[in-house]
Nanobody
């Protein structure tokens, strides 16, 4: 059983930056592919970025490509989401997720474990 805890959310002005962290425990972190998702009020949870177990492969939603960077430190059991040039439409609760099998990174159903989420609010 893997536990995931996100941190680093907050309030930021448009154009600013935030770095989210997701600390994992209870499993072999380096065995899991990781993803970041977000959910805005009244909307479905959507894919933001994904990273393979080794960190060698990364994937991004078109809406964040070039602005967000996902990375991981397997020695620290942590995955990160660096968010730059933030926009008001990036406002959402951000979740990290873990999957053992190398299924699609883009779909929530592929993931086995989820964190509780961290709020990101971008003011205009």
């Amino acid at each position: 059983q893997v536990q995931l805890v996100e941190s680093g959310g907050g309030l930021v002005q448009a154009g600013g930056s935030l770095r989210l962290s997701c600390a994992a425990s209870g499993g072999t972190f380096s065995s899991y592919h990781m993803g970041w998702f977000r959910q805005a009020p009244g909307k479905e949870r959507e894919f933001v970025g994904g990273i393979s177990w080794s960190g060698r492969n990364t994937y991004y939603a078109d809406s964040v490509k070039g602005r967000f960077t996902i990375s991981r430190d397997n020695a620290k059991n942590t995955v990160y989401l660096q968010m730059n040039s933030l926009k008001p439409e990036d406002t959402a609760v951000y979740y990290c997720a873990a999957q053992y099998a190398s299924g699609s990174y883009y779909y929530t159903q592929a993931y086995d474990y989820w964190g509780q989420g961290t709020q990101v609010t971008v003011s205009s």
